[in-house]
């Protein structure tokens, strides 16, 4: 069963809350600003791009990201996927590793960094997945 986000809106609001879900997670968001693995992310489908890196010294939170490519940084790591990709990934529905050999995930620069950040990301499979029974329980995948 494919489940869609009802708008490029939602979409946004969504994964800035699971951004803001990682950032603030007292374990995964100091790993990650640690980590410093700058991210571009394309979701073709929406025609919306993010670009993610580790918060600078004087901003709030461990994150920080902004939906545009006019950002005073260079990503380390590019990712291509759609809306969809995006939402069972972040459930842990969608193995990257996987994705990316099937071209569901189109990967570019630094791949190898990408990959060692999933141990970090994974509690944030149980927090999305909350925060989509909460909020927006029709973009749940079983």
Aim: glycine share 4%.
């Amino acid at each position: 069963m494919t489940v869609q986000f009802d708008s490029t809106e939602q979409f946004r609001d969504v994964i800035d809350a699971v951004m803001t879900l990682m950032s603030e997670d007292p374990e995964m968001g100091p790993r990650l600003r640690h980590a410093d693995v700058p991210q571009r992310f394309e979701f073709d489908d929406m025609e919306l791009v993010v670009n993610a890196r580790a918060a600078r010294d004087g901003e709030q939170g461990n994150l920080y990201w902004e939906w545009s490519d006019k950002v005073d940084w260079e990503p380390k790591v590019k990712l291509t996927m759609s809306s969809e990709v995006a939402n069972l990934y972040f459930q842990g529905k969608e193995n990257v590793p996987v994705a990316i050999a099937r071209r569901r995930i189109m990967a570019g620069g630094d791949v190898k960094s990408a990959l060692e950040l999933i141990p970090i990301t994974k509690p944030v499979y149980g927090l999305y997945r909350s925060m989509l029974k909460a909020d927006y329980p029709q973009l749940l995948v079983t």
